[in-house]
């Protein structure tokens, strides 16, 4: 296959999960009844009254997306889309109100009330009276969609560099609740060239947040950056992980990333584990 014609059929298949992606998305958030009922009558044949009935596992189509609270919207945007290649598929903001405060963040106002304490003092934005403003943007990627969420002042513009709460700067991986987003990367690229690329491009757009870590001991970021290529990548052997090789990395925002690579044994224990879970939700 040619350069060209690799690039044509990717660019239909993003634009096919675009579409897809946004027909789910504006699903969910109208409500559509006949839209509704038409998705639940699956390819499995099952009817909208039998999947209503059914486990729970058998009534979702799998992870429609990752939500990521950032401090800088425009920076953020410009990694996920500029360096890492989505595509946008709809960005919304201004969102104010006691129906936004109470569906997003009620638990954390119940917890402020039970402590005595200002709901702000513990990071809750007053969307109710619209001090504070939410903006969204998905993000499309091949097989998932990432939300970049940012609450901002209402004196601060749409795609600010200044977020309502500090960001917590320099947080481990091993932080109860610390979640991360984990990038599939293609079979046949040369991974430590692929991160060693990654760095290149961030810091040459400001980015110098964006920084991997090494499989070989560093105690200062001159260790790290002198470390040699081949000390991007972790490439794991022994069983049942074989064939994985992983990188953690830090995104523009602090974020917690990792980019990998399933090969061999691991990739058919994943593509059976997939195989068989088919199976069971459509029997």
Known sequence: MTDEKHNTSDMGRRAMLQTAGAAVITTLAVGTPTVALAAAQDADGMSAAKRNEAPLGARLQGVQHFGLTVQNMERAYEFYTAVLGGTEVFRHGDFQGDGVQNTLLADQEIE???????????????????????????????????????????????????????????????????????????????????????????????????????????????????????????????????????????????????????????KQRFSEALAKRQQTVTR
């Open 112 to 266: 402020a009330n039970a402590r005595g304490v200002n709901p702000r003092t513990i990071g809750v934005p007053d969307l109710r009276g619209g001090a504070q403003r939410l903006d969204v943007r998905f993000i499309q990627f091949d097989n998932v969609v990432i939300e970049l969420l940012q609450y901002r002042d209402a004196d601060q513009p749409m795609g600010s560099s200044k977020s309502f709460a500090e960001p917590v700067q320099h947080m481990s991986p091993a932080f109860p609740r610390m979640m991360h987003i984990c990038f599939y990367v293609r079979d046949d690229v040369d991974f430590n060239k692929f991160i060693a690329d990654l760095e290149a491009e961030s810091a040459r757009r400001g980015m110098t947040q964006v920084r991997a870590n090494r499989t070989v001991r560093v105690m200062t970021e001159a260790d790290r950056k002198a470390a040699p290529r081949s000390s991007n990548t972790n490439r794991v052997t022994q069983a049942p992980s074989d064939g994985w090789e992983l990188i953690y990395c830090k995104g523009p925002e602090g974020e917690q990333l990792e980019f990998v690579k399933a090969l061999g044994p691991v």
